[in-house]
Each structure stands twice: as C-alpha cells, then as structure tokens.
C-alpha cells in the first residue's frame, strides 16, 4: 500500500486542521493506520491509531480529546481532525500503515511497514 499525507499548513493557537493519510493501491480498511509526529530535533512520536478491524481508536495522551483519528472507507482515506492546537503540537506528521498490528505494538514506529511523506503542522502563538 502506498501513503500519502496532506493537509497541513499554518495555525494560529486554538485552531484546527484536519490531516488526511490517503491510500493506494490497497485497501486502506485493512490495515491498522498510525499517525506519528517529529518535531526539530525530537524523537518521532506515536499521535494517534486506528485498528483495521472494529475501529478501535487510541491516542497519546498528550492529544486525548483534542485529536480524532477516524476513517472514510468511501475515499480509502484515515483522518487525523486537531482541534485545540498548541504550538507544542508543530511538528511534521507522517501516517503509517500495517496489517499484522497487535494492540501494544500500535504505538510502535518500528511496527510499522508501510509510511506515508509528512505533512507539516506550525502552530504559532
């Protein structure tokens, strides 16, 4: 399956901008889909997943009730709707995919075999 990751662009604090993680060639309902972020000089971090059956979502907590990662099976596409944005949230956000995802591993870059170019988020204050 290949990625792609849009959406991005420039925010002022409190704003929103929803990212989208489209697919192709493959069905993107039948992987476990990842967003992850790396700010300059940071570690790359888990943001949020969706596993590719029941839809079962989960979120760092960092981003809990302010980020929603959901999927349109119509567009073969996964989501990522950020709301309440901070500027600690500017990072490149990159989506990522995997078909063979327990639980645990979700969180896990390394799990992960299939990714997506970022897109970049600046949120300014």
């Known amino acids: 399956v290949q990625l792609q990751a849009s959406g991005g662009g420039s925010v002022q604090t ?3 901008v ?7 060639g493959r069905t993107i309902s039948r992987y476990t ?5 790396q700010a300059p000089g940071k570690e790359r971090e888990f943001v ?7 839809d079962s979502t ?5 981003v809990k ?9 119509a567009e073969n596409t996964v989501h990522l709707q950020m709301n309440s944005l901070k ?5 490149v956000y990159l989506c990522a995919a995997d078909r063979d995802l327990i639980t645990s591993s979700i ?9 997506g170019r970022g897109t970049l988020v600046t949120v300014s204050s």
């Not at 989960?58 to 960092?62: I, K, L, N, P, V």
């Not at 500027?87 to 990072?91: G, H, K, R, V, Y």
């Open 87 to 91: 500027p600690e949230d500017t990072a």
């Open 14 to 16: 409190g704003g929103s």
């Open 107 to 115: 969180p896990l870059s390394q799990e992960y075999d299939y990714w």
């Open 18 to 24: 929803r990212l989208s993680c489209a697919a192709s």
């Open 48 to 54: 949020a997943g969706i596993k590719r059956s029941g």
């Open 65 to 73: 009730g302010r980020f929603t990662i959901s999927r349109d099976n």
């Open 58 to 62: 989960y979120y760092a907590d960092s």
């Open 33 to 37: 889909v990842g967003w992850f972020r």
